[in-house]
């Protein structure tokens, strides 16, 4: 900075030194050449012979008077010779002013050149007189002088002209010398002006260069005394790597003493064997072509070499600077040995607290993951107990035996859920779906929670619904659930809202969901903490209110990770007001929505026969059906369903196809080949997947067309209200389907809830849960001991309960080990048991999550 700030002072002085010297050589030049021009006028006055024109002009007139007096004189008498002589002195006079040089410039003016011409003619017409003989001239002296008075007037035009010519020229050479002097005098003082101003710059530039020969001297000694107590290393190299400076660090780092190093190629004293090529390949492509790699690329970490022959760590800076004898390297090199040793120490440190915390939280996803797996038998358990004879008192005991159990499951998934967060496996997908379909699915979901408290739920719009929008609404969905579920948990005999309103305003549109609640409320000085893991606002060993005061913790890790935000606002003994604002993509709407995709009511009632072993399937089967007005009729078996088939005449049989003894194609083929009452009436396969070979097989047998579970409602109603009741293929038929990868259809679910009620729903998902994980056991314990029939079978009656449940996920991979199995691509029974157990645990927890029991 300093030498940059040097170099502009010297350079703003010597050009202000070089305008000054300029000026001096133009005014030295001026000088120089007005000096000349008044030394040449000078020499031309010196040898002008103007007294002399100026006499001879005023002696052409009195010779010319003598002249005449002389012709006067011989015309009495006098001699003719003094009269010749008289006329050649004015006749020599005359040729001397026609002829002389000075007087060319008078013959320019006519006042001078007429009067000349006119003399000139006179004296052509006298010479003849004159110089005849002397009889002649004395005849002649009267004539002579008339024609002499006749030009007297000319002689004297002649002298006064001349005269006054040469004295016009004498007053303008005057004032041309005068000029040029003082031209030459302002010029001798402006070069004299200029000098004293050259001078004192001259003394201002000495006394800058003594400030700053003292600046420059009190710089070097302060940067000597930087570089003897710098605690870097600071190495001076030539442009052919001899060093040139080595400080008192560099000393302590390397072991060299100054002396030592001083006059050595730094390659050879401090760089070890494996640099040194390199070091000296750079050094020469930068002198060559000015590259630079090293040089001034900040600072980079190498290996250097001590006079021991320890090669160790360093942190290096190396930069070039101009030199007198060209260019410098100038390097900065710190031993890093001590801090790359405590960085690898906190790499290991970190290392262990990292595994220590996957070891944590590990421990908690495998004790969660094993607790629930006692816990789910435990309530499976239950639910089967409830279905046995009980007294009253037995029944509440097991009604709090299954809620605690419930609640406990419940702990145990937030845990799991911190666990995979703190973990970074959640994950999050992105699907289109219907946002107002999604609060319908949440309120029927609660409304039976909401119920036991005494509560109002529903949710409201403020605006229009946007439709379809594009998120993932698994996500939200637990979030909306969590808090829903919060607010009716501290809210007994009250009304519990969704309010959701969409602001578009903004870059881009966001919804903002408002969960109302008019409970108890919660301390201004509590709102802070309740979104923090495990608090909760009642602490004490007495509370009213149990949990774990996870549900919020995950709320708000839930809507960060999906790009929101989300707050509480709260008056206590209220209500309580919870707020998250999302992003929001819209997405036009291609299909029916989900009211649109409700049943209609049908144009008739009909009798319609059940055929399923699956007491889940009956259920869900009977529920759809009677919500359209029909009646309804169940058989367990295929045999008992042939009876009834033959006893009383049905408007369509639901025929399921897996059955044991007696299989759905069987069963029909005895209806068709029988007499009974409903001998012509339509059946329906009802099966969990079937290939097409598989649907020959149906219609051969007799049957009008089939069904795929899980059973759609509104493919079933549609296919009931056709013609012959079933002539239609129900691929024909549209359905809305779940999302792809989605484990569980909530849609399926809600709909279900509204249909069954919450308690029946709960009822069917425990008893489900108990064949799912008995059907499980006995995959893996037999494994390839089950007959292929067997196995089979256990699959098509796991996968037809997953699907009318809502277990997409699950319902997808078990129609597809159907399909495998058909196919004859055998797989390991141990194998598949694995894969349906992690799909089982994944399913179940996300369901648990969002439908609290």
């Keep these: 900075m300093a030498d940059a700030q040097s170099r502009t002072v010297r350079t703003r002085y010597w050009l202000r030194s070089t305008a000054l010297g300029a000026a001096i050589g133009v005014c030295i030049l001026a000088i120089g050449t007005l000096g000349h021009e008044v030394y040449e006028q000078l020499e031309n006055l010196e040898t002008a012979n103007s007294d002399n024109v100026n006499w001879t002009l005023s002696q052409l007139e009195v010779e010319f008077l003598q002249f005449e007096l002389a012709a006067h004189e011989a015309g009495r008498g006098g001699s003719l010779d003094d009269l010749r002589r008289k006329f050649d002195i004015f006749y020599s006079r005359l040729v001397t002013i026609d002829q002389g040089s000075a007087y060319r410039e008078l013959t320019l003016h006519e006042d001078f050149s007429v009067p000349l011409l006119r003399l000139r003619d006179f004296l052509d017409r006298t010479v003849p007189l004159i110089d005849g ?7 002649a002296l009267p004539r002579l002088r008339a024609t002499a008075d006749a030009v007297h007037d000319d002689v004297r035009k002649l002298a006064l002209s001349g005269l006054e ?41 000495i006394r800058i260069s003594d400030r700053q020969a003292q600046t420059q001297r009190i710089t070097a000694s302060r940067l000597q005394t930087i570089l003897a107590t710098s605690l870097d290393a600071v190495v001076v190299v030539d442009s052919n790597g001899i060093v040139r400076e080595f400080n008192g660090a560099a000393e302590r780092v390397f072991g060299y003493t100054r002396d030592e190093a001083m006059g050595q190629a730094m390659s050879e004293l401090l760089m070890p064997e494996t640099y040194r090529r390199a070091h000296e390949a750079g050094m020469k492509r930068h002198r060559q072509t000015g590259a630079r790699r090293l040089i001034g690329s900040g600072r980079v970490e190498l290996e250097a070499l001590r006079k021991s022959g320890e090669i160790f760590p360093v942190e290096l800076s190396v930069d070039v600077a101009d030199d007198r004898d060209g260019e410098i390297y100038v390097a900065y090199m710190r031993d890093i040995t001590d801090r790359r040793r405590a960085q690898e120490e906190l790499v290991d440190a970190r290392d262990r607290a990292l595994a220590g915390e996957k070891a944590r939280a590990d421990f908690l996803a495998v004790m969660s993951h094993e607790m629930r797996t006692p816990l789910n038998g435990l309530l499976g358990t239950l639910n089967l107990l409830r279905d046995t004879v009980l007294t009253q008192a037995q029944r509440a005991y097991v009604d709090i035996m299954d809620n605690s159990g419930r609640l406990l499951l419940h702990h145990v998934n937030d845990v799991l859920d911190i666990s995979k967060f703190e973990a970074g496996k959640v994950e999050l997908t992105s699907s289109a779906f219907d946002l107002d379909r999604l609060l319908r699915e949440i309120v029927a979901i609660q409304q039976s929670v909401a119920a036991t408290q005494g509560n109002m739920l529903g949710h409201r719009w403020i605006g229009d619904p946007p439709g379809t929008v594009v998120g993932d609404p698994v996500r939200l969905r637990q979030v909306l659930l969590n808090l829903v579920g919060n607010a009716l948990k501290f809210t007994h005999g009250g009304e519990v809202t969704i309010e959701v309103e969409v602001d578009t305003a903004g870059e881009r549109p966001c919804a903002e969901f408002r969960v109302i609640d008019t409970g108890i409320g919660i301390p201004e000085r ?5 979104f923090k893991d495990f608090e909760t606002v009642d602490s004490t060993y007495g509370r009213q209110f149990g949990g774990t005061g996870l ?19 709260s008056i206590e003994n209220a209500g309580s007001v919870f707020w998250v604002r999302l992003p929001l993509e819209r997405r036009a709407q291609n299909g029916p929505d989900g009211p649109e995709s409700t049943p209609r009511r049908p144009d008739r009632v009909l009798d319609v026969l059940i055929v399923e072993d699956n007491r889940v399937n009956r259920v869900v089967l009977r529920a759809m059906l009677e919500r359209d007005g029909h009646r309804v009729t169940e058989a367990e078996s295929g045999e008992q369903g042939v009876a009834l088939a033959a006893r009383t005449r049905f408007d369509a049989i639901l025929m399921d196809i897996s059955m044991p003894v007696m299989d759905g194609v069987a069963a029909t083929r005895a209806i068709r080949d029988g007499t009974g009452a409903s001998r012509r009436t339509p059946i329906l396969a009802v099966t969990a997947h079937a290939l097409p070979a598989d649907i020959e097989t149906f219609r051969a047998a007799g049957m009008s067309g089939h069904i795929t579970k899980p059973i759609d409602h509104a493919v079933l109603a549609d296919l009931l209200q056709r013609p012959a009741g079933v002539a239609a293929d129900p691929a024909d038929v549209p359905r809305t389907a779940p999302p792809v990868g989605q484990l569980v259809d909530f849609a399926k679910v809600a709909e279900l809830t509204e249909s069954l009620g919450a308690e029946q729903v709960h009822s069917l998902l425990g008893r489900f849960g108990t064949e799912a994980e008995a059907a499980i056991a006995a995959l893996r314990a037999c ?3 089950m007959p292929d029939d067997t196995a089979l079978a256990l699959l098509h009656r796991l996968a037809g309960s997953a699907g009318t449940l809502g277990f997409a996920g699950l319902h997808a991979q078990l129609s597809q080990f159907q399909t495998d199995a058909r196919e004859g691509q055998r797989r390991s029974l141990a194998g598949t048991a694995d894969v349906l157990e992690r799909l089982w645990s994944e399913s179940r927890k996300e369901l648990e999550d969002l439908v609290p029991c």
């Excluded at 509590?526 to 309740?530: A, G, M, N």
């Excluded at 549900?551 to 929101?564: D, E, P, S």
Aim: without cysteine.
């Design 165 to 205: 010519q040469f004295v016009a020229r004498s007053d303008a050479t005057r004032e041309s010398i005068a000029s040029t002097l003082l031209d030459l005098a302002l010029l001798t003082t402006a070069l004299v002006l200029v000098l004293i101003l050259l001078l004192i710059l001259l003394l201002r530039m």
């Design 133 to 139: 003989p002397p009889e002649e001239l004395q005849a």
């Design 551 to 569: 549900g919020l913790g995950i709320a708000r890790r839930l809507t960060l990770a999906m790009g929101g935000e989300i707050g509480a606002e």
């Design 526 to 530: 509590d709102l802070d903490r309740i």
């Design 783 to 785: 494994d390839d001991e």
